[in-house]
């Protein structure tokens, strides 16, 4: 099941500057998008989502693009952080009739902010 | 903050033995979910349930997997006869009723690791 994608297993980037974790899908039935960080032996915590119909959505210092043409979408952390390091996982839903939803993952991606 | 609750941490079983994980979601939730990560692989959805019955399984969800909300604070994953192929981390998620206008995210526990020996 490769419906949902990110190709840099890590990434590593110097504190102050800008991170940018980018993902890709392949189902356009997707309704939203999100970015949950992970540290080691805890869960995964939510950070961000976007709306399909949208291409922007930002808090803080955390923002989401979506491009659905070219179905990838990318979150950019600025500044960065050593708190930051953590594995990012992307994951996509399709909204259920009941409201419930099914999370697609994809494989993580392990940034290190370097201080 | 209210967060997700998953016992025990971590659950060693013999292969065939039967094992329940519990979770308890966050209490004004009304979806409830199982996950799974088999350690070097993605995370895995198993089922979602709603109303006191299941909406969505996987494939991995077979009849050896139930779930269950035996009061209204619990949600339980039972597992009947466990297999090696068992062995992962899984996580209870929870979530709050949403739509496409105003999406509510999935909270997720810190996991129990099952290790079927």
């Known amino acids: 099941d490769q419906q949902v994608k990110q190709n840099s297993p890590s990434l590593s980037v110097q504190e102050g500057r800008i991170s940018i974790l980018n993902c890709d899908y392949t189902?356009?039935?997707?309704?939203?998008f999100l970015w949950y960080k992970k540290y080691p032996a805890e869960g995964p915590t939510f950070l961000i989502s976007?709306?399909?119909?949208?291409d922007k959505n930002e808090d803080g210092r955390f923002t989401v693009f979506l491009n659905k043409s070219a179905k990838h979408l990318s979150l950019h952390i600025v500044p960065s952080q050593p708190g930051d390091s953590a594995v990012y996982f992307c994951a996509a839903s399709e909204l259920q009739i009941q409201g419930a939803q099914k999370l697609v993952f994809g494989q993580g991606t392990r940034l290190t902010i370097n201080p | 903050e209210p967060e997700v609750t998953q016992t025990p941490s971590h659950q060693v079983t013999q292969m065939g033995q039967e094992v329940i994980l519990r979770c308890v979601p966050i209490s004004n939730h009304l979806y409830f979910y199982w996950y799974r990560q088999i350690l070097g692989q993605k995370v895995e959805f198993l089922v979602s349930?709603?109303?006191?019955?299941?909406?969505?399984k996987s494939e991995i969800f077979d009849d050896q997997f139930s779930v269950e909300r035996p009061d209204g604070s619990n949600f339980t994953l039972k597992i009947r006869s466990t297999k090696l192929e068992d062995s992962a981390m899984y996580f209870c998620a929870s979530s709050d009723r949403g739509t496409i206008e105003f999406f509510q995210p999935q909270h997720f526990g810190d996991g129990t690791r099952l290790s079927i020996l």
């Open positions: 976007i709306s399909s119909i949208k």
């Open positions: 189902n356009s039935m997707f309704d939203y």
């Open positions: 349930f709603y109303n006191n019955e299941i909406s969505e």
